[in-house]
Structures are given as C-alpha cells and as structure tokens.
C-alpha cells in the first residue's frame, strides 16, 4: 500500500483535526482539486465522522468561513473555567437569548460555547429546561465536548464527564433564580 502525502495549505495538513464553525470538529482528510464551472478550485476535504458529513471548503475561503486549528491547552483550561462560573442569564425574551445562543455555538468560538453550556446547564435539583433550551444545551455541549476531547486527547464520553465535574463546581443558582428565569420565559412565550 502506498502512504498517502500529508499536504499542507495555509497552515493546515491533511491527518489534522480543524474546527468548521457550522459543523464543530472534523478530520481534513485530502486536498484536492475539483473543477467547478471552468475553474479549477483548491479544496480541503473534511470528515465529520460524528454527523457522517464530508464538507470540501474551497482553501481561498478557509479564512471567511472561520475554520480554525484546535484550541491550545490554555484556552482548553479557560473554557473550563468558564464553565465553572455563575451563569449570566440576561432578563431578554426568550427567543432573542435563543438566537444569541445559537450565534454563539456556530461562532465557532470555544470560551463563546463554554458560556452557553454554563448558561444553561441545568442540575438534578432544578426545574426541567423547555425543549428549545435542552436543544441548544446539548449542541453546545456536543461541539465543546468533541473539542476538548480531541485536545485533551479523550473519548466523547471522558470528555462530557470532564466538562461535568466542572459545571458541578460552578455556583448554585437558587430555586428562586430558577423560577424567575422560567417566569420570564412564559411571558415571552
């Protein structure tokens, strides 16, 4: 068998493991060239195993899009203590502190999706979180957790039990905070 060339552009390689904004953390397989309506277009080919995607970004877009290397170790360990902080809901309605949340995971912005799983983590003794806030809690814990792990060198699971144990030191919110919260979302609703 023939090994396959590790190729490299803009500081990317294939083997290496990159954040797509959109998708979270995928695996660039190949660069390739493709032609795409008369032009010969540069092309990184990701896998995204966890959605079974494969995504090809154009290299001259790499940059617009957002894609990124993986967070270094420091910025692993702020993300986590991120996590561990008090959760800073804002007194807005509930569908704009949705799409907030939702601008944050796609950003792509590790510390950004740490404050989204902080602001929502929910734990055994507080009151259940409506669909839409469970939704938007386990993309962002998803697209942490996958990073974290592929830094840290973790399965997803050691990885979601790492971020967990930090969320279980985080400050308790009352019971009273919690209920002021869920009274702020029906009268948004």
């Given amino acids: ?3 396959k060339k590790v190729q490299t552009r803009l500081g ?25 309506a008369g ?8 896998s995204f195993e966890q ?39 804002k007194r807005t309605m509930w569908s704009r502190r949705a799409q907030e949340y939702e601008a944050k995971i796609n950003s792509g912005d590790l510390i950004a999706i740490s404050e989204v799983v902080r602001d929502l983590y929910r734990s ?3 009151p259940e979180q409506s669909y839409s806030e469970r939704q938007l809690f386990e993309q962002a814990m998803d697209r942490m957790s996958r990073e974290v792990g592929s830094v840290k060198k973790l399965t ?26 869920e009274s702020d979302e029906e009268a948004a609703a």
């Avoid at 032009?39 to 990701?46: A, R």
Wanted: glycine share 4%.
């Fill in 1 to 3: 068998m023939v090994a």
């Fill in 12 to 36: 990317f390689k294939t083997g290496e493991y990159v954040v797509y904004p959109a998708h979270g953390v995928g695996l660039i397989v190949s660069i390739e060239e493709q032609e795409v």
């Fill in 39 to 46: 032009l010969t277009l540069e092309l990184f080919v990701i």
């Fill in 51 to 89: 959605d079974k995607l494969t995504l090809r970004v154009p290299v001259a877009k790499v940059k617009s899009v957002g894609m990124r290397k993986l967070a270094e170790e420091d910025e692993i360990k702020k993300a986590l203590d991120t996590v561990t902080g008090r959760a800073r809901v």
């Fill in 124 to 126: 055994e003794d507080q």
């Fill in 156 to 181: 997803l699971t050691e990885a979601v039990q790492a971020i967990e144990k930090q969320l279980a030191k985080s400050p308790k919110r009352t019971k009273a905070d919690a209920a002021e919260s």
